[in-house]
């Protein structure tokens, strides 16, 4: 199959890129490197066409040769990192809404098959668990806070995938919870695993949100990157959503200090904890609804958190 990977040097793209490369697919990658790196493809970069450019401009879509033989988009373009969407509301909307509407657009011209990346947070701070089946999603007032600009942002891609299909096209949507593992960044616009790994090693101490009480389902990059590549390549799927996560959930209180004794077994130093103000709206708890997921394909998260901490955490020593 010939693939278009559009936020393809990022942390989860580019390890969707390799994967893919390895099945033996044509890959384009499309990427404008605001936060991802070509550094992040360079054990590839023989192998794929990049094209650094923004996806939210058609004029970026022109560069690719031949768009007619594209057979699949998977659109992972966007901006994340949770202190963007409050510092950066209106670019968070416009670069994750803009990049969809764009892609999307190109996928149907082109009658090419289309994955989009949506996220849990399209369901805003819904407290209905596990997260991702019909429910419907919850946003605050807008006054409260802008945290929402990424879910809502989100939110209106699905709106726009379903427009699509029912025009036609052949797309599905994937909800990725808390990947973690090699290449997530972990300055201070995210994500939670690689900053606390990242502040252990180079200040020697760990921040944990609030009381650290709140829950996430980490789920290692492996396994992401088989859903989205089973969700994309799996036949009858149309319209179909799928919640990619572990079942397993820890607090954010006990992930640190899962942590903290990792990197005191790698390095002899055991970093401290300290406790700040967390974002405003970040949901308590989160766990994926995996009932369609598993119906379509069979889908789960295979390696243990342990595991995939201690090799997260060796590719950053
Ligand atoms: N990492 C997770 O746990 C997670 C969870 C849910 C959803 N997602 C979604 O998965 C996708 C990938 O996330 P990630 O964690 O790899 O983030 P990331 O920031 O590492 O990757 C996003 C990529 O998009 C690129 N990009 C940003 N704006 C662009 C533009 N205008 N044109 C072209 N490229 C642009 C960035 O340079 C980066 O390479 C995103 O859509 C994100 O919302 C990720």
């Given at each position: 199959m010939r693939a278009l990977v559009t936020g393809g040097a990022g942390f989860l793209g580019s390890s969707l890129v390799e994967a893919l490369v390895e099945s033996g697919h044509d890959v384009i990658v499309l990427d404008n490197c605001w936060r991802g790196r070509r550094e992040n493809l360079k054990e590839i970069e023989e192998k794929i066409v990049f094209i650094e450019e923004d996806a939210c401009l058609a004029s970026s879509y022109e560069r690719i040769n031949n768009p007619d033989s594209i057979d699949i988009v998977y659109h992972l373009a966007a901006i994340n990192g949770t202190k963007w969407f409050h510092e950066e509301a209106r670019m968070v909307m416009d670069v994750n809404l803009n990049s969809t509407l764009t892609s999307l657009q190109f996928a149907e011209k082109h009658n090419a098959r289309y994955v989009f990346t949506s996220s849990p947070e399209a369901y805003g701070e819904s407290e209905i668990m596990p997260l991702g089946g019909n429910e419907s999603s919850v946003f605050s007032a807008a006054s409260h806070h802008q945290r929402h600009a990424y879910g809502a942002s989100k939110y209106l891609g699905e709106i726009a995938v379903h427009h699509a299909v029912r025009n036609g096209l052949d797309a599905r949507i994937v909800r990725p919870f808390n990947g973690y593992g090699p290449r997530l960044l972990g300055d201070a616009y995210g994500q939670v695993v690689s900053m606390m790994m990242k502040s252990a090693l180079e200040e020697?101490?760990?921040?944990?949100h609030g009381d650290g009480s709140q829950t996430r389902s980490l789920t290692y990059i492996d396994d992401l990157v088989s859903?989205?590549?089973?969700?994309?390549?799996?036949?009858?799927l149309t319209g179909s959503s799928f919640n990619l996560g572990s079942e397993f959930e820890i607090s954010m209180l006990e992930l640190a200090q899962q942590i903290s004794k990792l990197v005191e077994q790698e390095t002899g130093t055991l970093p401290e904890l300290v406790f700040e103000k967390g974002h405003p709206g970040d949901s308590k708890r989160r766990c994926p609804n995996l009932a369609n997921t598993m119906e379509q394909f069979a889908w789960s998260a295979m390696i243990d958190l342990e595991q995939g901490l201690l090799q997260t955490l060796r590719s950053m020593l």
């Open positions: 020697g101490f760990i921040v944990v859903g989205i590549q089973q969700a994309g390549e799996g036949d009858g």
